[in-house]
């Protein structure tokens, strides 16, 4: 297995990225990302892959909100991958908290000491699954994933890294609402929502979703319903009885 090595206070690598906005293309430099502020990395060995789409990108970009109450600036990904498919995998996951930067040549990677052998897989040099938090381009912690087969994601999850920052800070729960356009009711939800600091997923009736579906799985027909850590509150007025 390849040495991995621990960075703590020491600075990132001075590195220019490029990368592919609004179809011109720009450079964005370390400084960029990382001076005078408090930055969250984590790295991950390829967009559209399994574990980092599914799990890995989505809990840090669902607590992005949480770690700005807790004076982190920003959110960054990176990935031993082109801008295209950087952009491209920013869009499908819909990644609004996070920024994503594509280290195409491996030179962030290479000099954080993570770059690592993927050719058993076909993806040649990659980055090895690591998150650290850096303030002002100084390395505060690093989370490593354990050196061993496979893509251990044991250390470097955004939840790990929430409880390194503030161990007292309550989690948001999931909260999922059912909507259609053009709701009052649904527009009151959600602000009484935001209100209260929650961040939700909405899911609109249309084409996919269907009224049926709502009584399939809610047992009304009516929007919006409001479920929470699982649990079913209901319109809202029961989502404004459950915040009373």
Same mark, same amino acid.
């Given at each position: 297995?390849?040495?991995?090595?621990?960075?703590?206070?020491?600075?990132?690598? &001075?590195?220019? @990225?490029?990368? *592919?906005?609004?179809?011109?293309?720009?450079? $964005?430099?370390?400084?960029? !990302?990382? +001076?005078?502020?408090?930055?969250?990395?984590?790295?991950?060995?390829?967009?559209?892959?399994?574990?980092?789409?599914?799990?890995?990108?989505?809990?840090?970009?669902?607590?992005?909100?949480?770690?700005?109450?807790?004076?982190?600036?920003?959110?960054?990904?990176?990935?031993?991958?082109?801008?295209?498919?950087?952009?491209?995998?920013?869009?499908?996951?819909?990644?609004?908290?996070?920024?994503?930067?594509?280290?195409?040549?491996?030179?962030?990677?290479?000099?954080?000491?993570?770059?690592?052998?993927?050719? &058993?897989?076909? @993806?040649?040099? *990659?980055?090895?699954?690591?998150?650290?938090? $850096?303030?002002?381009?100084? !390395?505060? +912690?690093?989370?490593?994933?354990?050196?061993?087969?496979?893509?251990?994601?044991?250390?470097?999850?955004?939840?790990?890294?929430?409880?390194?920052?503030?161990?007292?800070?309550?989690?948001?729960?999931?909260?999922?609402?059912?909507?259609?356009?053009?709701?009052?009711?649904?527009?009151?939800?959600?602000?009484?929502?935001?209100?209260?600091?929650?961040?939700?997923?909405?899911?609109?009736?249309?084409?996919?979703?269907?009224?049926?579906?709502?009584?399939?799985?809610?047992?009304?027909?009516?929007?919006?319903?409001?479920?929470?850590?699982?649990?079913?509150?209901?319109?809202?007025?029961?989502?404004?009885?459950?915040?009373?």
């Amino acid at each position: 297995m390849t040495e991995l090595t621990n960075r703590e206070g020491l600075r990132v690598p &001075d590195v220019t @990225f490029a990368t *592919r906005k609004n179809e011109q293309w720009q450079k $964005v430099t370390t400084d960029d !990302i990382f +001076k005078g502020k408090t930055v969250i990395v984590f790295s991950l060995p390829g967009a559209f892959t399994p574990t980092c789409s599914s799990t890995h990108l989505p809990r840090y970009n669902e607590l992005a909100n949480v770690f700005k109450q807790n004076g982190v600036d920003d959110i960054v990904c990176i990935s031993v991958n082109d801008t295209f498919v950087m952009n491209a995998w920013a869009q499908h996951q819909e990644a609004a908290n996070i920024t994503l930067l594509p280290d195409g040549n491996g030179e962030f990677t290479d000099g954080m000491g993570m770059l690592v052998d993927k050719n &058993d897989l076909g @993806f040649g040099k *990659r980055s090895w699954r690591y998150s650290m938090l $850096v303030k002002d381009g100084v !390395i505060e +912690k690093m989370f490593i994933e354990p050196n061993k087969p496979g893509d251990p994601f044991e250390v470097s999850d955004a939840d790990t890294m929430l409880e390194y920052i503030n161990p007292n800070q309550v989690k948001p729960q999931p909260v999922t609402l059912f909507t259609k356009p053009g709701c009052p009711f649904c527009s009151k939800a959600k602000a009484l929502l935001e209100q209260k600091g929650y961040s939700y997923e909405e899911i609109v009736l249309g084409n996919a979703v269907t009224l049926t579906s709502l009584k399939a799985v809610t047992g009304r027909d009516t929007v919006p319903q409001v479920f929470i850590g699982g649990e079913h509150i209901g319109g809202s007025d029961d989502l404004a009885n459950y915040f009373s």
